[in-house]
């Protein structure tokens, strides 16, 4: 079976490639995280075309599917993009996307792709234990207008302009039913937000709303409904999410083998001594293991399969164990200036253990993985 990307797919994965070398260095990268206001380079990448491509046609997208998604992300990985484009486009973007309240979504859509507002997604609670279905915020109908009550943590992308939030108008406190999703305004009056900076550069925003009015035509689904459409982006945007890992992954085993070929100790290069050969080799096949679980998962998305979510578990799981013993090597083997600021081999681990801590870490997806194999 052929994995090569199509000639578009190489196009776009070139653009970005020339782009992030032009603009994108440690220095720069740096100076983005400060301004702490999440544009960076946004406006280039809607010229670029980059806001569209997960969106249809229809839409007035690109008409991506998760391959090219997955292209652009790996990419940013390769130099730790902090633009929120996983948690505002590939994320809340694909919940708008798909939303059924068309209303909605066409009226949000032209702007997100135009590069004029940004969204974001807040699905963490204290006691979720990565449970997407755990949502003990509630919706109480009063009218045409619902009444949102609760909180969330670690809202990504701090900059947003609304937020789409899941809220309970009926069920207990884990049921898959009675899960509702609503957009509200970032800077509503009701919600109490605390600003706080992540260890990889990101900036998220703990929220808390008390009696939050919430118009009905603002529900991005029938009520109750929206669990099965949170599952399914969420789904994707894991693979994305792995996507943006694998790309990290690369660009730490090439630097690292890099860096052994420079650094002399004993009057040789420490790259010929085998001990180290072989741990470089290690994360080069480390890195190769989650490539080709990624391609699976685009497989199982692409047709379908009933093996999706079992496979998109068994990626996340890897990922997150071999993401992160992949940068611990190239720190160790970088000695004490890898956890240095000024070198980015510290950064990379950084971002690498944020991103197995989304939707539940490496032991969670072993778990899930389990559970949907043997179940």
Known sequence: MDFSLSEEQLMLKDSVTKFMAANYSPEQRGEIIKKADGAGHWASFAELGWLTVPFSEAAGGFGGNIVDTCVLMEEFGKVLVVEPYWSSIVLAGQLLARSSNAELSQALLPAIMAGESQASFAWLEAQGEFNLSHVSSTAQQDGDDFILNGEKQLVLNAAADFILLPARSSGS??????????????????????????????????????????????????????????????????????????????????????????????????????????????????????RSLLIRAQCSVLDDSSDRQKDIAALKSMVGKYGRKVAEEAVQLHGGMGVSNEMPIGHYLKRLMMIDSYFGNAATQRRNFCELSYA
Do not use: W
């Open 173 to 290: 406190v884990n049921s898959e039913q009675g899960i509702s999703l609503f957009k509200i305004d970032a800077r509503h009056p009701a919600l109490v937000r605390e600003e706080v900076a992540l260890m990889d550069g990101q900036r998220a925003v703990n929220i808390r709303f008390n009696d939050l009015r919430v118009p009905a035509s603002d529900m991005l689904t029938a009520e109750g409904e929206a669990y099965s459409l949170i599952a399914d982006v969420v789904e994707e945007a894991l693979i994305a999410l792995c996507a943006e890992a694998v790309g990290a992954m690369e660009y730490l085993y090439k630097a690292t083998a890099e860096y052994a070929n420079t650094r002399k100790q004993f009057g040789t290069a420490i790259g010929k001594f085998q001990a180290l050969q072989h741990r470089m080799v290690d994360m080069f096949m480390a890195t190769e293991l989650c």
